[in-house]
C-alpha cells in the first residue's frame, strides 16, 4: 500500500491495531496522547501532531457511521445513537419516543 498522505498512514495504523482502535472507539484514550504515539511510531515529525489528530477524529466518526449503518441493517429499524458524556442524540431520540407516545 502506498501511504502518501498523513491521514493515510494513521489510518492504516488504526486498521492494523485492534487494541488501540477499539480503545479510541470506547473513548478511553487521549486524542492528542495518541497522536504523539503514532506521529512517533510512524516516524513523523512533531509539526504533524495537529495532522495527525485530525486524522484520527475523521477516523473516529468514519468508524462510528459505519457501526451505526451496520447495527440499523442489523436490526432494520432506525437507531438513534446517543452520547450521554457529549449530550448528543438526545434530542432525536426524546422526539421519536414521544412521537410513538403519541400513536
Known amino acids: ?3 502518501n498522505s498523513i491521514s493515510d498512514r494513521v489510518s492504516y ?6 487494541a488501540i482502535r477499539r480503545c479510541l472507539l470506547k473513548n478511553i484514550i487521549s486524542l492528542r496522547a495518541l497522536s504523539r504515539y503514532i506521529i512517533h511510531k510512524l516516524g513523523l515529525k512533531e509539526k504533524n501532531l495537529e495532522a495527525a489528530t485530525s486524522a484520527i477524529r475523521r477516523y473516529k466518526k468514519t468508524e462510528k457511521d459505519e457501526a ?9 429499524k432506525k437507531v438513534y445513537p446517543i452520547s ?3 449530550g ?3 434530542d432525536e431520540l426524546l422526539e421519536a ?4 407516545l403519541k400513536k
Open 1 to 3: 500500500m502506498t501511504q
Open 13 to 18: 495504523f488504526l486498521d492494523n491495531d485492534f
Open 68 to 76: 451505526d449503518k451496520n447495527l440499523r441493517k442489523l436490526l432494520r
Open 84 to 86: 450521554g458524556l457529549a
Open 88 to 90: 448528543e442524540g438526545l
Open 97 to 100: 419516543v414521544w412521537k410513538k
